[in-house]
């Protein structure tokens, strides 16, 4: 039995964010009616690269049901307050304020479903000055300051994926599962609220305390690591570039001695601690690079794998699949074709993660879920 099996997700859902977060409820179990318009949740058009079908779309949709429904029109709303008189779970990211406008509001909801558990999902937040400001993932990485710490020195950069979407996604799942406790003990369901700003801007929250407190924000530093070194990347013998991790003086020891094969490294002044060799990193790296030219990448991995030390080959996103942790889940498209892709991250004993879901139709469940719900 998987761990929210019987309860009943409302999500009013586009994109990435809240999505993320119904799929999550899905893979443990709940059941998802996703409520679309008519031309369906826009991220069905985002790419054709699922086998003819969004990658996004395909990606966060496995086993929801799909209910076309305008809740703006009376029969579109009395359809939705039905069903919503019987959810666990409302999952929403319209527009800050568009659902109390349509007569959903947080006090209507709960006097007809006093256990409902409301989850919005925003921008910028539901309140304040800049909540109506349109939100997308590259715009908030760059207003929380997400880029200005990202890329190489020479060329700014966004985050290569959607880590905002993801990040809020993820965020309002585990909210949502702290809420189903709460409820478990208090027996009121409770409205929480989630923004994709919060969200980056709580991971820049080191780069913040060194620009409010210390000597600035760390500026970006490509595959180096601003405060650690050496932490970054290395040519070898055969032109690829291997990435190495110290973490201590132990393990600078060990890099020198056992990997590289070199006591002068290790007996150099100028390294002798991380700050100096952070002071001293161009030369550090040079000194660091005649070495591991003398090895193939491979040969060079062996001897950091032998010597302990943290390392990590330079992977293009076609290396994923031959992997040696990566694990693979079938997953399907609105037609029915199997992909093989990332497995959910959470595995269970039961193998109860490995079920094959597909994305849905648009409004596939349309008449089923409208009769199932039909005034009584």
């Not at 709580?202 to 690591?225: C, N, Q, S, T």
């Not at 070199?262 to 070495?291: G, P």
């Not at 993660?353 to 199932?372: A, C, F």
């Amino acid at each position: 039995m998987k761990p929210l099996e019987g309860l009943l997700v409302v999500a009013i859902e586009q994109a990435v964010a809240a999505p993320l977060c119904s799929a999550r409820l899905v893979q443990a179990g709940a059941r998802v009616i996703k409520i679309e318009r008519q031309e369906g949740d826009f991220a069905r058009g985002y790419d054709k690269a699922a086998k003819g079908e969004s990658s996004y779309f395909t990606w966060l949709n496995q086993g929801k049901q799909s209910l076309c429904l305008d809740f703006k029109s009376d029969e579109g709303a009395a359809l939705l307050w039905r069903i919503l008189k019987k959810a666990d779970v409302l999952i929403q990211n319209l527009s800050p304020g568009a659902l109390s406008r349509a007569g959903f509001s947080t006090q209507a909801l709960h006097t007809v479903n006093p256990k409902l558990i409301i989850c919005n999902i925003s921008g910028y937040g539901m309140e304040g000055e800049v909540a109506q400001k349109p939100a997308y993932d590259l715009l908030v990485q760059a207003e929380s300051g997400l880029i200005s710490v990202s890329g190489s020195p020479e060329a700014k950069g966004r985050i290569g994926v959607s880590v905002c979407d993801i990040g809020a996604g993820l965020t309002a799942y585990s909210a949502v599962l702290e809420a189903i406790l709460k409820r478990s003990i208090t027996g009121k369901g409770d409205e929480i609220s989630i923004s994709l700003f919060d969200v980056a801007a709580d991971w820049m929250a080191v780069p913040f305390i060194h620009a409010e407190y210390g000597e600035g924000a760390p500026k970006p530093v490509g595959l180096r690591h601003p405060s650690i070194a050496p932490y970054g990347a290395f040519e070898c013998s055969d032109g690829k570039l291997v990435l190495i991790s110290i973490q201590n003086e132990r393990e600078w020891e060990r890099l020198c001695k056992k990997a590289l094969g070199s006591e002068a490294l290790f007996e150099n002044e100028k390294y002798t601690s991380n700050n100096l060799r952070v002071s001293n990193r161009e030369q550090l790296e040079s000194d660091i690079s005649v070495l591991t030219g003398k090895f193939t990448s491979a040969v060079l991995q062996s001897k950091l794998q032998e010597a302990g030390i943290a390392y990590g080959a330079l992977n293009e996103a076609s290396d994923l699949a031959s992997h040696k942790a990566f694990s693979q889940a079938e997953f399907r498209n609105a037609k029915g074709e199997s992909l093989m892709l990332s497995a959910p991250p959470v595995k269970w004993s039961d193998g109860k993660d490995k079920d094959v879901m597909r994305s849905p139709k648009i409004g596939e469940h349309t008449e089923s879920i409208t009769e199932e719900f039909s005034a009584s």
